[in-house]
């Protein structure tokens, strides 16, 4: 698939957008995206890639480093930018090229590695980034804080930037990797908020920096029931950016989700 072809609902969140102009590479990409249940979207310039991880939003970007054209800058751009800084860029060149590898580090991309091992590890990577494993993050299976409790609560009144104020109290307060999830809700909710302000690049950029803290956590995170709450909120996202800012008002406010909390998790769990 290259760049600009219409997503389907099962492509959502399953993309990968592919710097690369080797045909051979290219194909090899393409194989092992689609078998491991992801999309390759393929683009040939530095210009078509920023604009297809716009557009896509992918789970991970590849870049071929032998690709012509500013690939540096494109890097640069992508992770720069506060809604796309966290998706994961791999670049891949020759193993004797080691400045070259260096330039892409520098400019940002998380791996820069030699073309034999992107090659040989690609149906690992791929799959890691497409299905995540779950992370039972320290303090997962603690009581739900306060303040946390009372986030989500005006967060269920609809009540965003109130939310806001009570979830950024609660991350602060809380050491523990769990925090993410207090900001994650915080982010999905100022996103609500500028839904209903109208505002859909901010809603866009909101959703895109908060769905991915809360894409590892368990199902349910300190009695939060998370997975249904992200999956609600993931298709938001995908349904507001299908339509465009112009057509922002048309979309159905009142299907805005809410956040179930019920007592927190305690039981053996599966690694």
Known sequence: ??????????????????????????????????????????????????????????????????TPGDWAAAIARC???????????????????????????????DHAWARSKMMADLPAVVERHLHPPVVYAEGWDSPLPDRARAGIEAFNRGEYFEQHEYLEEAWLEETRPVREMYQGILQVGVAFLQIERG???GAVKLLRRGLPKLRSLPPICQGVQIAP?????????????????????????????????????????AD
């Open 1 to 66: 698939m290259s760049h600009g072809t219409a997503l389907s609902d099962s492509d959502h969140g399953n993309a990968i957008v592919c710097l690369v102009a080797d045909l051979f590479f290219r194909t090899r990409l393409e194989d092992v995206i689609r078998t491991q249940g992801g999309l390759p979207v393929m683009v040939e310039t530095p210009h078509e890639l920023v604009s297809a991880v716009d557009q896509y939003f992918p789970a991970l970007v590849l870049v071929d480093l032998a």
């Open 79 to 109: 992770k720069l930018r506060p809604d796309t800084g966290q998706i994961p860029v791999v670049a891949f060149g020759s193993h004797v090229d080691v400045d070259t590898l260096k330039s892409a580090r520098h400019a940002g991309a």
């Open 199 to 201: 505002n859909w690049a």
């Open 229 to 269: 709450f992200r999956a609600a909120a993931t298709a938001i996202l995908w349904e507001i950016t299908a339509l465009g800012a112009g057509r922002l008002e048309s979309f159905d406010r009142s299907r805005l989700p809410a956040i179930v909390v019920g007592d927190p998790v305690r039981a053996d769990r």
